[in-house]
């Protein structure tokens, strides 16, 4: 079954049984400035979890484009993609566990026609120490459903992952407890580390079994958390159903269902094989590379793989706007194409032919990502600036290893600067050096690269944590004030005036505007009152959903970065109690839903450069 095929037939079981189906979100997220991607299916459906209303109701479902950019050094084998399609759905406080995992079990065998003997599945085994129960109802839920297919349904307590590889699995278990490291989800991790206002809850993942004998080298005995390769997870039903209170765990009044299921790993389920680059969706791409250069797939695994993954990854990404840049998002952009093209020389690709698999992405998805074929010439011109921008690079590269090859070693310093400073992958500098009988300070080179790690980790940390990772009621206090503060600069300033980039915390607002001169003192305290007046009027903030160019265009509605929303939007209103409209404007973020629900007073405390044409304020709820 193709990976078009998948999707739409997830899509309509969901919408069959009561759910409303929302676009994808762009891979941007909106309004967002904890992080640079949408890094998971549940990320744009979090002010919602939180409690927020959707305006498409309580069932919701979808197939969310994702992108990891702490994966790019893991693609090689055969299951990590940086770009990847999240199927999800969600209950707002409505169903729970007795409809979710009978629906998808459902959804696996009888619409997709996987075999039900391989499917394993795991259970949260609770937590003594947070006083949080196991998760027995399913455990229930998932015996009755294994047995009313005559399958085997005993359950093993597996604990963590190190247990699991020291007591294996026993004749008959198909339903496994592990502990609160694999089974319990929240956005801080474990129940030990969530802050109190956090929620979270039990999950229950579902595996499949490809059969293939296990790899001793991770562990004694196989499990369904083993990495051996032979189970792949397929799917994830948390139940959000804790809050954590300065008393411990306490139940939620409404209780969520955040479903996530991989789109490419469910069709490699389809294959019976493990290799996701092996479904449709990616050989079409590995083919291409197979004309292009000559070369067998199986032969050349780790090259095939990282163009084919960082191929579809920069297509995706350019079509929602994002183009080659040494800074934010464009840098990924750019370092996705900048490796493309290093294992591009290794399978020998003729210069200037990566720009041509584009077209093997765009035939793929564009019926279900229309924006693709829509901007296929910006997308292929995209990608070859960027192939020729980089080979002149590489010809300095070349210089520089020159002026470094005049002893009989490279030091490891020179080769992780030709690595940072040119591209050079070590693999490169090495092949260059045994042509001159030259060797490497590997050692030397590995320690700095450690050390680059360490810091690009640190630096990243709260960019890739996942959907506005603090939601604590004064961010979402800052949040809403945002769009006052863009409103009063447009109403001030002029409607040349769109939000260029914004960082919010608990304790300020960073906002970054197009404008190309200094704002003075006087439109600033005109800005401050405009928002203190607004706050002071208590009215309403509401949400509609609407097609995009209906949104485009109203001239009431406020945007910038059209080309990363999808067909349908979100407009968030706000009104205040005489019907004066204060802001329309496309969001993705938490608001308040009354504007007095903002407490204390705006203040603009800085007014500055940014960049060119861009200029950046930062202000106070005091």
């Known amino acids: 079954m193709s990976g078009n095929e998948i999707r739409q037939k997830y899509l309509d ?16 997220p909106e309004n967002d400035p904890t992080t640079l991607f949408t ?54 406080g409505d169903y729970f566990k007795k409809e979710q995992l009978p629906w998808f079990y459902s959804f696996l065998v009888d619409e997709v026609g996987l075999d039900p003997k391989r499917i394993y599945v795991t259970v949260f085994q609770g937590d003594e120490a947070n006083n949080v129960p196991r998760d027995t109802e399913s455990v229930v839920i998932w015996q009755e459903l294994f047995k009313a297919r005559g399958l085997s349904h005993e ?15 026993k004749e008959g278990e198909r339903i496994f407890y592990y502990d609160a490291s694999k089974n319990w989800w929240s956005r801080a991790g474990k129940p030990e580390k969530m802050p109190i206002g956090e929620i979270g809850g039990p999950d229950s993942e579902v595996f499949y079994d490809f059969g293939t004998e296990h790899d001793s080298k991770w562990g004694e005995h196989c499990h369904p958390n083993c990495d051996c390769g032979r189970f792949l997870e397929i799917g994830n039903s948390v139940f959000m159903e804790y809050l954590k209170t300065e008393q411990g765990f306490e139940r939620l009044p409404a209780q969520n269902v955040d479903f996530g299921g991989g789109l490419e790993r469910i069709a490699a389920a389809t294959n019976n094989d493990g290799d996701v680059f092996k479904i449709d969706l990616l050989w079409n791409v590995v083919s291409q590379i197979e004309d292009l250069s000559g070369k067998k797939y199986a032969d050349n695994l780790e090259a095939f793989r990282v163009i084919t993954d960082h191929i579809r990854g920069a297509v995706f990404m350019i079509g929602d706007g ?43 998805y564009q019926t279900h990502y229309v924006n693709l074929s829509e901007k296929q010439t910006e997308i292929i011109d995209a990608i ?17 290893f020159e002026k470094v090859a005049n002893t009989e070693t490279i030091s490891g310093h020179d080769a992780f600067v030709l690595f940072t400073t040119y591209g050079f992958p070590y693999e490169l500098t090495e092949e260059l050096a045994a042509e001159k009988s030259l060797s490497i300070d590997r050692e030397e080179f590995d320690t700095e690269m450690e050390a ?6 640190a630096g990243a940390e709260q960019k890739f944590k996942g959907g506005l990772a603090d939601h604590s009621d004064k961010v ?33 607002l960073r906002f970054d505007f197009t404008h190309d001169s200094k704002v003075e003192r006087d439109v600033l305290d005109k800005v401050e009152e405009f928002v203190n007046s607004a706050i002071k009027t208590g009215g309403e903030v509401t949400i509609e959903m609407m097609p995009k160019d209906v949104a485009q265009s109203d001239k009431t509605i406020e945007a910038s970065f059209w080309d990363r929303y999808p067909d349908e939007v979100k407009v968030y209103t706000m009104t205040g109690n005489d019907g004066t409209v204060f802001s329309r404007e496309l969001c993705g973020g938490p608001h308040v839903e009354k504007l007095e629900n903002i407490t204390g007073t705006y203040r603009i405390t800085k007014e500055e450069a940014s960049s060119a044409g861009v200029r950046r304020i930062k202000a106070v709820l005091e």
């Open 476 to 508: 979402v206090q800052y949040h809403t004030a945002t769009h006052l503060t863009l409103a009063g600069l447009r109403k001030y300033l002029g409607e040349h005036v769109h939000q260029a980039g914004s960082n919010i915390t608990g304790e300020r």
């Open 13 to 28: 079981f969901m919408a069959k049984n009561g759910h409303a189906v929302i676009p994808s979100s762009a891979l941007v």
């Open 39 to 92: 890094g998971s299916g549940m990320q744009p459906l979090v002010p919602y979890l939180m409690g927020e209303k959707h305006p498409k109701g309580v069932r919701l479902a979808d197939s969310q484009k994702c992108f990891r950019a702490e994966d790019i050094e893991e693609v090689g084998d055969n299951r990590h993609t940086t770009f990847f399609e999240m199927l999800g759905n969600w209950s707002l």
């Open 155 to 169: 359950v093993g307590e597996m604990g963590s992952e190190a247990e699991g590889y020291e007591r294996g699995m």
């Open 452 to 457: 680059h790690r360490a810091e690009s980790r």
């Open 322 to 364: 994002v183009h080659p840049s040494n800074t934010e998002q464009g840098y990924f952009v750019r370092r996705l194409l900048r490796r493309s093209v290093r294992f591009a020389d290794v399978l020998g690709i003729p210069a200037g032919e990566l720009k041509n698999l584009a077209t093997s992405v765009i035939g793929t």
């Open 384 to 400: 070859a600036k960027e192939e020729e921008q980089f080979r002149k690079t590489l010809e300095k590269g070349m210089r520089e």
